[in-house]
Each structure stands twice: as C-alpha cells, then as structure tokens.
C-alpha cells in the first residue's frame, strides 16, 4: 500500500497503541484478534458507540484509532473531532465497506489520516496502521458517483449537522456560509432524498445509510 511519507515517524519500536471502534461486533473482535496476534500492535480498546471511542481514547491515548464511519449516536466528523480536541496526537483511520461514502471527505476534513476499505487483507492493514502511527497518511480513495454517493460532500455536511439539531444559522456559522446557502445545500438534498422537510430527509438518509 502507498503512502504519503512524513519525516516526522515514531523514533521507537514500541507496539503501536490501537483502539478498534466499529458498530458491527463481529469486526470489532476480528480486528481485536488479528491485532493481538501481532507484536507490532498493543490493543488498547474497544468500542461499539461513539461516547465509548471519545471516552477510551481520552484514558487510554492510543496511537491509532480504527474507526467506523458512523454510530447510533455519533458521526466519524464529530468523534475524530472530540479525539484530536482531548488529545492531538491521537490518529484516527477510518475503517469502512464504503470508501465512497460522502461521509469520508467529511472525516477527512476533520482530521482523519486515511481510509482503509473493511475489504483490505491482513497484510494492507497492518502496513496502513503502523505507516500512520509514523505520521504518514494513506491515500484518499477516488470517490465513485453511485450508491451512497447520491448526494454531495457539501450536502452531506449540512445534512449531519441538521441530524445534530443544529439550525441553518448555526450550520451557516459552522460552515463559513450565508444561511441562503445552507438553504440552497439543503433543499438539493431534500430533493435528492425526495423528502418533504427536514425530519423526513434525515430519515430517509438513515435507511441509505448516510447517517
């Protein structure tokens, strides 16, 4: 795997620090054992709920988080966030089946250092980890226009923070935007969704599994 190279790589050969989060338990226990059959990894957690990931990370500073896109209760954005605000050192890899979900550029956004598709073999997230706890980044999957791609970066940015109860001026302060903007982004997606208003969009983005 290919990664962007950065001078500034751990100058120890201490196992890297891992927090696996994800939704599904059968990935987190996968991922648990694959990384505790290694030496080059110490696993210092896991987590199925965002609350759990920002509390594990704060106690117990891993090097990595591997991290879902998406939980019942938090978004990758906010989680990734949270992280780096409690402890800026922390990195954080998201680890999702769909690398062209409009959720990763958001994540991206945030901070995250990469992304690894779920479908990557033992060998691929082995490397992916320990070039990120160097400083490195991975490489930003091509983002492909179908499937969870429906709606754009943009869109799925006010579309999340509408889910988080936050209200156009708001968002528009968020975002650096006018609030006739944020009007604009999320009348497309309401379009989009072919929903009538805000609650249903939300809605309707969850069976899509954009939220």
Known sequence: MDVKRNTGARKNSSPVRVLVADRQPVVRYGMSLLLSSSPSFNLVGSAGTGGEVIELGACNHP?????????????????????????PNTKAVIFTASPEHAAVQAAM????????????????????LSAVSSGDRLPQPRRRR?????????????????????SNPEIAAAMFLSTNTVKGYLQNTLRKLGARNRIEAITKARSLDLL
């Open 146 to 166: 179908k499937g969870l791609s429906l709606i754009t970066t943009r869109e799925y940015d006010v579309l999340r923070r509408v889910a988080l109860g936050q």
């Open 109 to 128: 956004n945030a901070g995250a250092r990469g992304v690894l598709p779920k479908n990557a073999d033992r060998g691929d997230i082995v490397r992916a």
């Open 63 to 87: 090097d990595v988080v591997l991290l879902d896109i998406r939980f019942r209760d938090l978004l990758a954005p906010e989680i990734i966030t949270e992280l780096r605000r409690r402890d």
